[in-house]
């Protein structure tokens, strides 16, 4: 049976960890042929986030808490959690706030399990973002597409990646990463799923929306 890692970065979200993890897990619950093992990444939080995964973690063995020693960003939280499950098959990297659909993993299943190296889920909208912040995304996107002649455009961190591809990533000399840019530089295929992000899980994250 084939072995996946949810990597989950984290900060200050201990008002509704317990309860999105539990909802990502019965997602998995419903995928057949996989184990899966759900991974939070705290990165540094001064909240109770590592100790609730942690306890909740005491009840389900397939949940657990990688806890980084002071608060290094969300890339680098990324990072950590793919160099930490290398063994496993694959990876799925995807955010605390739900603002990434779990019911979408059992389709990234299927596409890796067709073949695919890396799937990744592209928004078709961004929920009930402001028109400033929109706008400055699209700056951002026509900037990254100007330097690197690559488009990210409506790309997430909401991605599968397969074990071949998160040892490439870890072996990547670059200090100052960026998750989904260097992932698209890496020039693996992707399979593509469409989600919209939905109204009331579009909350700014301590990271800022994604």
């Given amino acids: 049976m084939k072995s996946v890692a949810v990597i989950v970065p984290a900060l200050n979200e201990a008002a509704n960890i317990v309860t999105n993890m539990a909802h990502v897990r019965t997602c998995l619950d419903t995928v057949p042929g996989v184990t899966f093992t759900l991974i939070v990444v705290d990165d540094g939080s001064t909240d109770d986030t590592a100790r609730l995964v942690r306890e909740a973690g005491a009840s389900d063995p397939l949940l657990k808490v990688l806890r980084l020693n002071r608060h290094f960003g969300k890339e680098s939280a990324i990072y950590a959690g793919l160099c930490a499950t290398r063994e496993f098959d694959a ?14 993993i059992a389709q990234m299943i ?6 695919a190296r890396v799937v990744e889920a592209v928004k078709q909208s961004r929920g009930n973002e402001t028109r400033a912040r929109r706008a400055l995304v ?3 996107y026509g900037l990254f597409r100007y330097l690197t002649k690559l488009s990210i ?16 990533y870890c072996q990547l000399p670059e200090h100052g990463r960026f998750f989904r840019g260097l992932v698209k530089w890496m020039g693996y295929h992707a399979v593509q799923i469409p989600f919209d ?14």
């Fill in 91 to 104: 990876c799925v990297v995807m955010d605390s706030d739900l603002q990434h659909p779990p019911e979408l």
């Fill in 110 to 115: 299927e596409h890796w399990q067709g073949g």
């Fill in 138 to 140: 699209q700056i951002y």
């Fill in 153 to 168: 455009r409506g790309e997430s961190d909401f991605k599968l990646l397969d074990k071949t591809v998160v040892s490439a």
């Fill in 197 to 210: 992000v939905a109204e009331s899980t579009r909350q700014r994250s301590a990271w800022g929306n994604t």
